[in-house]
């Protein structure tokens, strides 16, 4: 479980680099533009999986950005350290890297524990049970269809 929610926040957070270098907001170009795509169908997706009141929407909705949003940063940190391993590591560099990488993880395996139980003030265990189920299935559907697709010049999928 813990792979796929990673694996879709890493999804959203190379979303979110093509984005920057694309510049502006969500309308700031092609980029900028897939960017808020992806994450309106991320709602879509979710909302449709996880039925709200709207009462439970109005409270879930700021808590889920909020979450997004840490476990966003910590995949960013993730991919910078994974970056930075390097041919002219010594061993001991790349011995802390792998402990800084393992130390990212266990503090995201946190924050989900954190806001697993934040989620369950909000709406109901079952609820919560299927947000993380759709997330996973949203993961699959963005790779099933990014894996489809023919790959255009310029897209960076190439």
């Not at 439970?56 to 889920?64: N, T, V």
């Not at 002219?88 to 266990?106: H, K, L, S, V, W």
């Not at 954190?114 to 369950?120: A, G, I, L, T």
Request: proline letters at 2%; a positive charge; hydrophobic letters at 40%.
């Amino acid at each position: 479980m813990l792979r796929l929610l990673s694996l879709a926040a890493l999804l959203l957070t190379l979303a979110s680099s093509a984005h920057a270098q694309g510049g502006g907001g969500f309308g700031g170009g092609r980029k900028g533009q897939r960017l808020g795509q992806l994450e309106n169908a991320k709602i879509a997706f979710i909302t449709n999986r996880v039925v709200l009141t709207q009462d439970q929407a109005q409270k879930f909705w700021p808590l889920y950005n909020e979450f997004s949003g840490r476990r966003r940063e910590f995949n960013r940190n993730g991919r910078l350290l994974r970056r930075d391993v390097a041919d002219g590591m010594t061993d001991q560099q790349i011995r802390e890297n792998f402990t800084q990488a393992f130390t990212m993880r266990q503090q995201e395996l946190n924050l989900e524990k954190e806001y697993f139980d934040k989620f369950q003030k909000v709406i109901s265990l079952r609820q919560v049970a299927q947000l993380f189920q759709a997330e996973r299935d949203f993961t699959k559907e963005v790779i099933r269809r990014v894996a489809d697709r023919p790959a255009r010049p310029g897209d960076g999928l190439n």
